[in-house]
Each structure stands twice: as structure tokens, then as C-alpha cells.
């Protein structure tokens, strides 16, 4: 009974493991190759630009980190795009003409995105303002008594 | 003045932003495509129905088309699979299919079991010619005009509404355009 307990659960365990990742298992060995490039530079490229790519299937996570089949092959394909030599800008660039804008985690500053990138700035501009005249106001009000030091012992 | 008045434009504001985003209707998985006005990309693959023989959007060129992409795991395809078939009995463009990371054998039983609405099926086993195309999600309809552009793009099922009220009057527009 105790022996048989841990593995029956461990059978339980291999069944769930087998019945969750079957799937992926099978349609990842499907047409692309997921893994260490021999390269650590291009490898180190590679980490870095699949973290700077939108998975567009799960939208809130990176290229790097999704499991969607997209993200594997677009992981594929940014490796195949490092190994034939293209630039990180081309490669954002391949990904921005199929994608749009949207792919990217860093979209360039342009007429659409200045209000996204400028708007954190001009929030504390105006919040320094408030803070200025509130300060300044304040430091004209005169001070109406003394301050109350309690009752001395 | 402006001490009442800020605080009224900045809620009014807040309303609208919320208004736009919270808005259920809006459709968050909708992304426009940046291939708009671009030519389609060109591809040649393997036919799904048969190995030996090759689907290719060349043999279209010069001709206004609908492609669509599909895959036997998406559920909204079979959904879309009967509009399709209407469609293709409608006789006005030729529909050249695209099987995304699919499995053959199942796709072939698809379309003995549901009909083949297609002129022909690219079966793209790795995804690359999904991948320029800028397909995220299945079913995708993509309309092509005579000059090779891609015109229009609907990502959801394909259903007559749709067809009627995007498609036909752009493939009208594009007949009369391009020579």
C-alpha cells in the first residue's frame, strides 16, 4: 500500500505529463528546429530579438516565451534569418512588413507612437507644475501661529 | 476659471479613453494588416491532394483571387467550409487555399468529407508562406487584385454577409481598375 502509493502516482503523474504535452511534442518535431545555436554570439542575438517580439497569437507574450506554433516558427525563422547573416534591423524589419507595427515591443518613435513614448514626460511635467505651484502657494500663506509644542511637564 | 474647468476636461477625457477601450464590441485579436496595397507575396508548394504536383499563385497572376487559409485543427474553418462551397458555385474568382500546419492525410479527409470549395491547395507544413503572408490565426481570407496587390484581408470565418458586403464590391472595383 505505501510502496504502491508514490507510484501510482508517478504513473498518474507520466499520464497527465504525456496527455498535456503529447501534442506540442508531436507538432514541434513537425518542420522546425528549437535549440542552442553553436554560435553565442548569434545566440545571444537570437535571445535578443525573439524577446523583443510580440507573439501575435498570445498577445501578451513574447516570441521568446510563447508556446503558440507561431512563436516556434518565427523562432525558426529569426535563427534561419541569423545564420544567412542578416542584420537585427532586418530581421525587425521582415517582422514589421508581415506583422505590422504591433510585433514589435519597441516600436520606433514616429507620428502614431510619439504620443505613447512622450506621454510618460509630459505627465511628469504637468505633475511637476502642480507640485511647483502648490509648493509655491503655500510658501506665500503666512504661518498662523506657533507651532503648539504640547504641554511642558 | 481653469481650476474647475481641468479637472471636468480631464474626466471627460478619461470617459472617452474608457469608452474606446472598454468597448466590448471592440475586437482585440483584430490587427490591420500591413500587407494592405502590398503585392502578395508569390509562393509554389506542394498540393495537398497530391505530393507530386505543386500549387502555386503564379498561374493566378493577372487575375483577381481569394485566398484563403485553413487547417483542419481550426475549428471556425469548418465552420466557414459551407459559405466556401457557396462561393465557389458562385463562379466569380477562383479560391486557392492554403493548409497552415496541417496534417496531410487529415486535410485530404477534410475535404472528402466537407467538399472542396479550392482551385487549389498549398500545403504548408512549416509555416514559412503563412508567415509571409502575416497569417496569425486561421481562417484568414485574403482578396488579390489583378496587379497582384493584396486589397483586403478578413481574419474570422467567411460567411455571405461578409462575402457580399466587402468582397464582392472590391472584386467589382478591382475587375473595372487593373487591366
Known amino acids: ?153 | 476659471m481653469w481650476k474647475y474647468l481641468l479637472p471636468v476636461i480631464a474626466f471627460v477625457g478619461l470617459l472617452v479613453l474608457f469608452a474606446i477601450g472598454l468597448n466590448p464590441k471592440r475586437d482585440l485579436h483584430y490587427l490591420p494588416s500591413p500587407l494592405i496595397g502590398k503585392p502578395a507575396p508569390e509562393f509554389t508548394l506542394t498540393d495537398v491532394l497530391d505530393p507530386n504536383r505543386t500549387v502555386s499563385n503564379r498561374s493566378l497572376a493577372g487575375h483577381v483571387y481569394v485566398f484563403n487559409v485553413w487547417a483542419t485543427w481550426c475549428e471556425a474553418c469548418r465552420e466557414e467550409q459551407h459559405t466556401l462551397l457557396e462561393i465557389a458555385q458562385q463562379h466569380v474568382v477562383p479560391i486557392l487555399g492554403l493548409d497552415w500546419n496541417d496534417d496531410r492525410a487529415r486535410a485530404q479527409e477534410w475535404l472528402r468529407e466537407l467538399g472542396d470549395p479550392y482551385s487549389g491547395v498549398g500545403f504548408d507544413q512549416n509555416g514559412r508562406v503563412a508567415i509571409n503572408w502575416g497569417v496569425y490565426g486561421a481562417p484568414e481570407t485574403y482578396l488579390v487584385d489583378r496587379k497582384g496587390r493584396i486589397v483586403f484581408k478578413h481574419i474570422a470565418p467567411m460567411t455571405m454577409q461578409v462575402w457580399n458586403r466587402e468582397f464582392l464590391p472590391r472584386i467589382e472595383a478591382a475587375r473595372r481598375g487593373g487591366a
Not at chain 1, 521568446?64 to 545564420?83: C, G
Open chain 1, 1 to 153: 500500500m505505501r510502496a504502491a502509493r508514490p507510484l501510482a502516482a508517478a504513473i498518474a503523474g507520466a499520464a497527465l505529463a504525456a496527455l498535456l504535452l503529447g501534442t506540442p511534442i508531436a507538432r514541434a518535431t513537425g518542420g522546425y528546429v528549437d535549440g542552442e545555436l553553436a554560435n553565442p554570439a548569434l545566440q545571444a542575438r537570437y535571445e535578443h530579438i525573439t524577446h523583443r517580439l510580440r507573439c501575435l497569437v498570445c498577445q501578451n507574450e513574447t516570441v521568446a516565451d510563447s508556446d503558440a506554433e507561431l512563436a516556434a516558427e518565427l523562432r525558426a525563422e529569426v535563427r534561419q534569418m541569423l545564420l544567412a547573416g542578416k542584420t537585427d534591423a532586418q530581421i525587425y524589419r521582415f517582422m514589421k512588413d508581415r506583422y505590422g507595427e504591433f510585433v514589435l515591443y519597441d516600436p520606433p518613435v514616429d507620428a502614431k507612437t510619439v504620443f505613447i513614448w512622450g506621454a510618460p514626460f509630459a505627465f511628469l511635467l504637468i505633475g511637476g507644475i502642480v507640485v511647483y505651484r502648490i509648493v509655491r502657494a503655500r510658501s506665500k500663506m503666512p504661518l498662523d501661529e506657533e507651532p503648539d509644542t504640547g504641554p511642558t511637564p
